[in-house]
């Protein structure tokens, strides 16, 4: 066929799909062109009025926004396993030699590594928090195909931090601009870079002014670890008589492009200053699960944008459908159980944090998060005929208590699909297991961990 005839570039014909009131429709069909949505609708309608140049059955599937990791460490691939099971303080012990002695080689095929558990696991966009030799990690999400957020980690302060992982306030903001240079809107305007605060504890007054300064004249976010350790409260009550949301608001930094990774030990003032700024929050459900529980509900009812992370393979895995198992079982059991409230988190609400509050905490929820005509092709196939989820009452509800990273069929980005039946595309997978294998066993012995 003439190329001329086609009128779409991928048709995704028979499939259940989840909309954006997060109901689901069967046989329907998807249109896709130019990295976008142009058309949904019935299946055999829709059909016959394309002639695509590439169809995905989507029988016995369900068609759903990619899920989004809104806050995670890609270059902690090669700590999985090592902290759990260990008394504190882990960060001194274990994390910081570790992430010390990261080499460029590591950061790459431990960003590879994460973009092929992504893109298996149903994650078709994430948010990174930052780490040594970024530049590896903005390849790695260029050449898999992925959209991702990043940016440098950024220190000049703390007593526990070696030398190599601080820099004075210039050189943190010079690094951070040449990766915003060479890397903002690359990969056809799939990867932004951002700029951070590893935390209010690490960066100094003068270096928290300088960062959001440069991030407002890009026109691009700032993410901080925020509200995590009891510590942290701490450190800005005594140095600032404040808390931290608090402070941050006393120095006129708040703003819309603002996310604030963890978000745990929230005051009712601290909430009320995140909503009046529209900053947005992230969870990270099963990392989070050993510091407190977060305020979910209330934000929910204050309007506030929550999306949920996994914070890196050191703390769980990249699934966010583990971390949504997780989080509807802590939300029942903390926050529930004490006033009898068995709906406290409703599955609808984690769905929609996983997608939607994930696209917000992006910045992108004018393209991402939904499937709606006009916006950014970026969704996963599950195989929902299987005797774990098929047949039942409410998919929805089965969507959270049983379905797993191994029932994502497809993976579609941009308009481009990066798995097709559980084979990735874009990623040399067995490659990157041999050299991650490696590349652990020699950090570990360089580490001393």
Not at 221 to 243: A, D, T, W
Not at 268 to 273: F, H, L, S
Request: net charge negative; glycine share 6%.
């Amino acid at each position: 066929m003439e190329s001329r005839d086609y009128n779409a570039d991928l048709m995704i014909t028979n499939c259940s799909i989840l909309t954006p009131d997060l109901n689901v429709l069967n046989n329907q069909c998807l249109i896709i062109k130019n990295n976008n949505i142009i058309d949904i609708g019935d299946n055999i309608l829709l059909s016959k009025s394309y002639k695509s140049k590439e169809t995905l059955c989507g029988n016995g599937k369900l068609l759903m926004p990619g899920l989004i990791d809104a806050h995670t460490h890609s270059c902690q691939q090669l700590l999985r396993g090592r902290i759990a099971d260990e008394y504190p303080m882990i960060w001194t012990r274990i994390m910081v030699p570790f992430e010390s002695n990261l080499q460029e080689k590591d950061v790459y095929i431990s960003s590879q590594l994460s973009c092929l558990e992504m893109i298996k696991s149903g994650t078709t966009a994430f948010i990174d928090a930052g780490g040594r030799h970024m530049h590896k990690v903005a390849e790695s999400i260029v050449e898999s195909g992925l959209r991702g957020a990043i940016t440098c980690s950024t220190m000049d302060t703390g007593k526990e931090i070696p030398d190599i992982m601080k820099s004075s306030i210039e050189k943190n903001i010079s690094e951070n601009r040449q990766l915003y240079n060479q890397f903002h809107g690359t990969g056809n305007g799939r990867l932004d870079v951002w700029f951070s605060l590893r935390s209010i504890i690490t960066c100094t007054p003068d270096l928290i002014q300088e960062v959001f300064a440069a991030a407002k004249e890009c026109s691009t976010g700032v993410q901080s670890h925020m509200n995590e350790y009891p510590n942290e409260i701490s450190y800005c009550l005594e140095n600032f008589k404040m808390r931290p949301f608090e402070y941050l608001e006393s120095i006129g930094v708040l703003d819309q492009n603002f996310l604030g990774a963890h978000s745990i030990l929230l005051s009712e003032n601290e909430m009320d200053i995140i909503k009046t700024y529209n900053s947005k929050v992230v969870h990270c459900p099963i990392s989070n699960s050993g510091k407190g529980i977060p305020k979910t509900p209330s934000l929910l009812q204050k309007d506030i944008s929550v999306g949920f992370g996994t914070d890196g393979a050191g703390h769980s895995g990249l699934s966010l459908f583990d971390q949504m198992k997780v989080f509807k079982s802590l939300m029942r059991a903390f926050l529930g159980v004490p006033i009898f409230d068995p709906v406290v988190m409703p599955s609808k609400n984690i769905l929609e944090m996983s997608t939607l509050g994930g696209a917000k905490a992006m910045l992108r929820e004018h393209q991402l998060g939904t499937l709606e005509v006009g916006k950014k092709a970026d969704m996963i196939l599950i195989n929902i005929d299987q005797p774990h989820i098929s047949p039942t009452h409410n998919l929805l509800n089965t969507l959270i208590e049983s379905v797993n990273s191994n029932d994502i069929t497809d993976c579609i980005v941009d308009g481009k699909i990066l798995m097709k039946n559980r084979e990735v595309l874009t990623l040399d997978e067995e490659k990157i297991k041999y050299e991650s294998k490696l590349a652990m066993k020699e950090l570990s012995i360089r580490a001393n961990i």
